[in-house]
Structures are given as C-alpha cells and as structure tokens.
C-alpha cells in the first residue's frame, strides 16, 4: 500500500518562495501518474498539476503556470514542489495524489492522497 507524506508547508510573505516534498513508501511513485492539489476552507479540491508515470511530462493550471515546478527523485521516491513567486492566493493546504492517469492537470483514479500540509502567504 502506497503511502504519502507532504512537508514543507510554512508561513511565508508574497513573493516568496517555498519547496513542498511529497515522500512515498509502500510503493513505487514512477509506478503511478501523480497530481497536486490544493484546498481552501470551504472550496472544493484544485488540482493544480498532474505528472505522468515516467515523471518527465508535468502539466500545470494557468494558476501555477511558471511559477510552480514539479521535480521527483527516483532514488528518494520523492516528489518536490518548488514555489516561487508565491500570491495570497495560493493559501491552501496542499495535498499530494497518486492514481491511474492524467486527464489534462488532473489525475484521474486517484489512490492515495498525502495528509497535506499548509501553505500560508501573507504578510
């Protein structure tokens, strides 16, 4: 059973930047197509980016588009979320997925999904 585990959450102003990891365990992360998503207190779960088994195709929403970089480490079975040029806008709790495919920035038949971790953008 593949496990997820996000960290890198934190309390940063506008402008800043902030890198998210998504460690796996129980499993092979290049065995799945794997997605980020985003939520808001009462708004529904974003997806914001989606990245195929072979980890070398990412697909991002306008939202997060060249200022958001999806990077994964075979050897660590990890997932990195680099940030940058962060917006109050992107306050959220951030959730990393693996499932079955990506249907343009979403992953279709999710698994398993992280805990999530907290992005604060504020100053």
């Known amino acids: 059973q593949l496990q997820l585990v996000e960290s890198g959450g934190d309390l940063v102003q506008p402008g800043g930047s902030l890198r998210l990891s998504c460690a796996a365990s129980?499993?092979?992360?290049?065995?799945?197509?794997t997605g980020w998503f985003r939520q808001v207190p009462g708004k529904e779960r974003e997806g914001i980016l989606c990245?195929?088994?072979?980890?070398?195709?990412?697909l991002y929403a306008d939202s997060v588009k060249g200022r958001f970089t999806l990077s994964r480490d075979n050897a660590e079975n990890t997932e990195f979320l680099q940030m940058d040029n962060l917006k109050p806008e992107d306050t959220a709790v951030y959730f990393c997925?693996?499932?079955?495919?990506?249907?343009?920035?979403?992953?279709?038949?999710?698994?398993?999904w992280g805990q999530g971790t907290q992005v604060t953008v504020s100053s």
């Open positions: 997925a693996a499932g079955r495919l990506c249907g343009s920035i979403q992953l279709r038949g999710v698994n398993f």
């Open positions: 129980g499993g092979t992360l290049a065995s799945y197509a």
């Open positions: 990245t195929y088994p072979s980890g070398d195709v990412t």
